[in-house]
């Protein structure tokens, strides 16, 4: 199964969140719907700015982990 790693944002040089997921588009959808109640619906974190594609979900999570090491 594909991962993807992603990240949203409210503005330019805004707020960051680092996310993973299997299915890019219906995440995407839920954080700009604020289907769940979070980071992302409590600052508006509703821009993708940047994403990857992963062969698998270990390494798409794997790939999260080492970006947060960084905010």
């Known amino acids: ?3 993807f790693v992603y990240m949203m944002s409210d ?8 996310g993973v ?3 890019l588009a219906g995440r995407i ?7 769940y109640k979070g980071f992302t619906a409590k ?3 509703e821009k ?3 994403f990857e594609r992963h062969p698998n979900i270990v ?4 790939r999260e982990k ?4 960084y905010i």
């Open 1 to 3: 199964m594909t991962g």
């Open 11 to 18: 503005k330019p040089r805004g707020v960051i969140y680092i």
């Open 21 to 23: 997921t299997s299915d």
């Open 29 to 35: 959808w839920e954080h700009r719907n604020h289907i």
């Open 43 to 45: 600052y508006r974190a």
């Open 48 to 50: 993708l700015v940047w």
């Open 59 to 62: 390494l798409a999570i794997q």
């Open 66 to 69: 080492s970006l947060k090491r």
